[in-house]
Each structure stands twice: as structure tokens, then as C-alpha cells.
């Protein structure tokens, strides 16, 4: 089958991108006549609403009015001889067909994408726009170095930073919402590339003024006589539980948090003491405001990983930032190209 698609008044052909006439929905009526004549505008909406979930929010995002959304939609549902979502009860969600089109119009996306960034690139130094979604701790204390060397030798690059927790960079970075996520080790997952990019201690971190601020070490039952602020969750709190419960020790949780950040300054407060990687905290330090010390028989360590997906065809700007924040550490093999890729 053969699929044209018109953009922006120029026409490209895409042969076998989408092979809906192999689709086989039941009860759904498919009207082939050989050639359709596809807006990647209305692949692009389509892509925008099933990742939102709304038509609304996709009209916001995009700035237009959602009566033109919902026209667009329904002229490619017009095209593709069925309906691509259903829309009861104010909650979106896809039809059998929809679910079927998605991948194929994901595809032809990506397609269209690459074929402009490679015209583009040709001839051209690494521009555009990267997208990595981290940690606020991350981007506050480990990324900044990394940022500015990368923007001194690519300007022309935007950078966008996307704070987020573990699990939703993770999520990001499957489903395609940014290049790259930036995220704690351990990490395993046959569908992604990693790359550790940052390691260091994490230490009981106390004001300056603290009891304890003398010593370089403290023991475990010294510890355990003071309040105790814990983020809520997290690899490092999985660690720090790990090592209280082998000491048979049960700990005085004063208070748990979910911003590292927001832990820093209560600590700064005096509220209680807390366990941070020593990078968060070596300016507080040096400026005379907070201790790190060491907690004996203690050892955690914090392990960041810059992860992207294993299928990922890297722009000439992604190679550049990947090669920036791994200090130029071989890059892995591209994906192999299907034949559909190559054509």
C-alpha cells in the first residue's frame, strides 16, 4: 500500500508506514481507495491527545481552539474510515482501531523527524532542542557543570530541564517525552542504554553548631539520640533502612520528606540530622553552615546513570550532550534500521 502524506504544502511518500489495510478491527469499516492524503499536523494531535488524555489540554499545549482539535481528529478519522477515540463521560480513551493506528502514526512521526534533523544536520553544527528530565537535587548539584559545558560548546542547542522523580523520568523516557533521563542506580532494563555519570558518598549531614559536629566519625547508638529527617522514599532510603535494620537498630524518624531539597533546609533550621550525597551539601559546608560525618560500619553510596532507550536514533545534538555528560565515553551501536526505516 502506498501512503502520501502532504505537511506544510509539500508532499513526501512513505511506503508501508502505515499498513492499515493489514488492520483487522471487528466491527470497524475501513474505506481504502488505494492513496490517502495525510496531514502530519493531525498526526501530531492525534499523538498529542492520546499521550494527555484530553483534547483540551492538547488545544492549550498547542494554542489553538479545541473545536480545531476536534475538527482535525475527525477529518483523520474520516481518512481512516473509523473512530480513533472514544469520548464518554468527559474521559478519552482509545478505540480498537486507535489503538492499532497509534504505533503506525508514532512511527511515521518519528520518520518525518528524522528525515528533517538529517537534511538539517548534514551540513549543519548541533542544534535544536534537548529535553532531559531529572531529580530537582540532581539539577540543582550534579547537572549545572555539565550544563554549562555543554552550552559552551554548543549554543545553538536548547536545553530543557524537566524535574521529575524517579519513576516519572523513567516513564518520560519511554514514552518518548524527552531525550534523556537522568536517574539512581541500580538499574536494569533490556530497553534502555545507561550511562553512570556520577557517584558519591552520602553522609549524616548536621548544623554546624550540632553536638556532634566535632567528630569525624559517630557511632550508631550516638546517632539514634537525635531526631532523624528521612526522605520518604527512594534508593538511598532503601539503603539507610537496610543498614539500620542490620544493626538490630530502630531509629528516631522525626519527620519525612519528599524534596532532598527541602531536607537541607530543615536541617539548616535545626530541626533534626539527616543523611545527603556530599555533593548537595559541599557549598553549606565550606560557607561553615552544616557537618558531614561519617557514621561508623556506615557505607552508601549514590550512583546517578544517564539512561535513553535502546531504540533512540540520536540527533547530532543528543550524541554532543551524551558525549559531554559520560566525558566521551564510546558510544553504543546504532539501532539496527528495519527496511521500512531505510525507505
Given at each position: 500500500?502506498r501512503?502520501?502524506?502532504?505537511?506544510?504544502g509539500a508532499?513526501?511518500?512513505?511506503d508501508g508506514?502505515?499498513?492499515?489495510?493489514?488492520l483487522?478491527v471487528p466491527?470497524?469499516?475501513?474505506e481504502f481507495?488505494?492513496?490517502?492524503?495525510m496531514?502530519?499536523?493531525q498526526?501530531k494531535?492525534?499523538?498529542?491527545?492520546s499521550?494527555?488524555k484530553?483534547?483540551s489540554?492538547?488545544?492549550?499545549k498547542?494554542g489553538?481552539?479545541q473545536?480545531?482539535?476536534s475538527?482535525?481528529?475527525?477529518?483523520?478519522?474520516?481518512?481512516?474510515?473509523?473512530?480513533?477515540f472514544?469520548?464518554?463521560g468527559?474521559?478519552?480513551?482509545?478505540?480498537?482501531?486507535?489503538?492499532?493506528?497509534?504505533?503506525?502514526?508514532?512511527?511515521?512521526?518519528q520518520?518525518?523527524?528524522?528525515?528533517?534533523a538529517?537534511?538539517?544536520?548534514?551540513?549543519?553544527?548541533?542544534?535544536?532542542?534537548?529535553?532531559?528530565?531529572?531529580?530537582?537535587?540532581?539539577?540543582?548539584?550534579?547537572?549545572?557543570s555539565?550544563?554549562?559545558?555543554?552550552?559552551?560548546l554548543?549554543s545553538?542547542?536548547?536545553l530543557s530541564?524537566v524535574?521529575?522523580e524517579?519513576s516519572r523520568t523513567?516513564?518520560?523516557?519511554?514514552s518518548?517525552?524527552?531525550d534523556?533521563?537522568i536517574?539512581?542506580?541500580?538499574?536494569?532494563?533490556?530497553?534502555?542504554?545507561i550511562?553512570?555519570?556520577?557517584?558519591?558518598?552520602?553522609?549524616l549531614?548536621?548544623p554546624?553548631v550540632h553536638?556532634?559536629?566535632g567528630?569525624?566519625?559517630?557511632?550508631?547508638d550516638?546517632?539514634?539520640?537525635?531526631?532523624?529527617l528521612?526522605?520518604?522514599?527512594?534508593?538511598?532510603?532503601?539503603?539507610?533502612?537496610?543498614?539500620?535494620?542490620?544493626?538490630?537498630?530502630?531509629?528516631?524518624v522525626a519527620?519525612e520528606?519528599?524534596s532532598?531539597?527541602l531536607?537541607?533546609?530543615?536541617i539548616?533550621?535545626?530541626?533534626?540530622?539527616?543523611?545527603?550525597p556530599?555533593?548537595?551539601?559541599?557549598?553549606?559546608?565550606?560557607?561553615?553552615?552544616?557537618?558531614t560525618?561519617?557514621v561508623?560500619g556506615?557505607?552508601v553510596?549514590?550512583?546517578?546513570?544517564l539512561?535513553?532507550?535502546?531504540?533512540?536514533?540520536?540527533?547530532k545534538?543528543?550524541q554532543?550532550?551524551?558525549?559531554?555528560a559520560?566525558?566521551?565515553?564510546k558510544l553504543?551501536?546504532?539501532?539496527?534500521?528495519t527496511?521500512?526505516?531505510l525507505h
Amino acid at each position: 500500500m502506498r501512503v502520501e502524506f502532504l505537511a506544510g504544502g509539500a508532499s513526501g511518500i512513505a511506503d508501508g508506514c502505515l499498513l492499515l489495510s493489514e488492520l483487522s478491527v471487528p466491527g470497524a469499516k475501513y474505506e481504502f481507495k488505494g492513496s490517502w492524503r495525510m496531514d502530519f499536523e493531525q498526526l501530531k494531535t492525534f499523538q498529542l491527545i492520546s499521550r494527555l488524555k484530553s483534547f483540551s489540554r492538547a488545544a492549550d499545549k498547542l494554542g489553538v481552539t479545541q473545536p480545531a482539535i476536534s475538527a482535525q481528529i475527525r477529518s483523520l478519522e474520516n481518512e481512516v474510515g473509523a473512530r480513533l477515540f472514544d469520548r464518554e463521560g468527559g474521559k478519552i480513551t482509545f478505540t480498537a482501531a486507535g489503538r492499532l493506528f497509534e504505533p503506525f502514526a508514532e512511527h511515521c512521526l518519528q520518520c518525518y523527524s528524522h528525515i528533517l534533523a538529517g537534511v538539517s544536520e548534514l551540513y549543519q553544527s548541533p542544534r535544536g532542542e534537548i529535553t532531559v528530565s531529572t531529580s530537582e537535587a540532581t539539577s540543582l548539584y550534579v547537572l549545572p557543570s555539565v550544563f554549562a559545558q555543554f552550552k559552551k560548546l554548543y549554543s545553538k542547542v536548547h536545553l530543557s530541564i524537566v524535574r521529575s522523580e524517579r519513576s516519572r523520568t523513567l516513564e518520560a523516557v519511554f514514552s518518548r517525552e524527552v531525550d534523556f533521563g537522568i536517574v539512581s542506580q541500580p538499574l536494569k532494563d533490556a530497553r534502555l542504554v545507561i550511562h553512570s555519570i556520577h557517584k558519591d558518598d552520602v553522609y549524616l549531614v548536621i548544623p554546624a553548631v550540632h553536638p556532634l559536629a566535632g567528630k569525624g566519625v559517630v557511632k550508631l547508638d550516638e546517632v539514634i539520640q537525635y531526631p532523624l529527617l528521612m526522605m520518604k522514599h527512594g534508593r538511598q532510603r532503601e539503603k539507610i533502612n537496610n543498614f539500620f535494620l542490620s544493626q538490630d537498630v530502630q531509629p528516631r524518624v522525626a519527620m519525612e520528606l519528599e524534596s532532598s531539597e527541602l531536607l537541607k533546609r530543615l536541617i539548616l533550621a535545626g530541626i533534626g540530622i539527616g543523611f545527603l550525597p556530599s555533593t548537595n551539601v559541599a557549598t553549606d559546608e565550606a560557607g561553615g553552615l552544616l557537618k558531614t560525618v561519617r557514621v561508623e560500619g556506615m557505607r552508601v553510596q549514590r550512583e546517578l546513570a544517564l539512561v535513553f532507550r535502546r531504540d533512540k536514533l540520536l540527533t547530532k545534538a543528543a550524541q554532543a550532550f551524551l558525549e559531554v555528560a559520560t566525558h566521551g565515553v564510546k558510544l553504543p551501536p546504532a539501532p539496527a534500521r528495519t527496511k521500512n526505516q531505510l525507505h
